[in-house]
């Protein structure tokens, strides 16, 4: 079992940058890749981008490249999404997820084995 819990959302202004975080206990963190996902009220769970296991290798999809980033620290068990050049449009609850899976393209929600509660973002216009 993988326990997540993220943090660090809220209210910002568009053009703005916000960083969440996702704490995890449990089974050994760095035997999992982990993914950011989003749902908009109204919307479909929409994957936001992945890292390895390591850290060293990370995808995102085109709505966010080049203005989310994610980062990992094994020591810490944590894993981050930093977000930049915030729009209204990437209002939605963020939630991480845990796969046991090495394959770094894996962007369907069905794919990841563990997922926090998640956390509520909203980018003012």
């Known amino acids: 079992q993988v326990q997540l819990v993220e943090s660090g959302g809220g209210l910002v202004q568009a053009g703005g940058s916000l960083r969440l975080s996702c704490a995890a206990s449990?089974?050994?963190?760095?035997?999992?890749?982990m993914g950011w996902f989003r749902q908009a009220p109204g919307k479909e769970r929409e994957f936001v981008g992945r890292?390895?296991?390591?850290?060293?290798?990370?995808y995102y999809p085109d709505s966010v490249k080049g203005r989310f980033t994610i980062s990992r620290d094994n020591a810490k068990n944590t894993v981050y999404l930093q977000m930049s050049s915030l729009k209204p449009e990437d209002t939605a609850v963020y939630y991480c997820?845990?796969?046991?899976?090495?394959?770094?393209?894996?962007?369907?929600?069905?794919?990841?084995?563990?997922w926090g509660q998640g956390t509520q973002v909203t980018v003012s216009s």
């Open positions: 449990g089974r050994t963190f760095s035997s999992y890749a």
């Open positions: 890292i390895s296991r390591t850290g060293g290798s990370a």
């Open positions: 997820a845990a796969d046991a899976d090495s394959y770094l393209l894996r962007v369907s929600e069905r794919e990841y084995e563990y």
